[in-house]
């Protein structure tokens, strides 16, 4: 079992950046998908980004790409979303997810909720205009 914990939501103006962490304890998480979603109230939870831990592959979503970078530390079992450029349309509770199938090479296998089997608690992210 993965437990994974999120931290460094906050408000921010819009504009302004924040880095979200998500870190992996229980076992190792090498192998695995760290997935990125959000969800802003009223609204469904969407895909925002996920790193595949082995090889550095990254999958975006059209409305980040060019603000938000995924990464990770293998070394620390922590991944990382760097967000610039933030709008308040970003404001949301961001969650990390973990997925054991890493298989696939493909953006919507990545995108779908149903791919990941271990989930964060969330952190929210509040961008003020």
């Known amino acids: 079992q993965v437990r994974l914990v999120e931290s460094g939501g906050g408000v921010v103006q819009a504009g302004g950046s924040l880095r979200l962490s998500c870190a992996a304890s229980g076992r190792t998480f090498s192998g695995h998908a760290m997935g990125w979603f959000r969800q802003a109230p009223g609204k469904e939870r969407e895909f925002v980004t996920a790193i595949i831990w082995s090889d550095g592959r990254t999958y975006y979503a059209d409305f980040v790409k060019g603000r938000f970078t995924v990464s990770r530390d293998n070394t620390k079992n922590t991944g990382y979303l760097q967000m610039n450029s933030l709008k308040p349309e970003d404001t949301a509770v961001y969650y990390c997810?973990?997925?054991?199938?890493?298989?696939?090479?493909?953006?919507?296998?990545?995108?779908?909720?149903?791919?990941?089997?271990?989930w964060g608690q969330g952190t929210l992210v509040t961008v003020s205009s």
């Open positions: 997810a973990g997925g054991q199938d890493t298989t696939y090479y493909s953006l919507s296998y990545y995108k779908r909720p149903s791919t990941y089997d271990y």
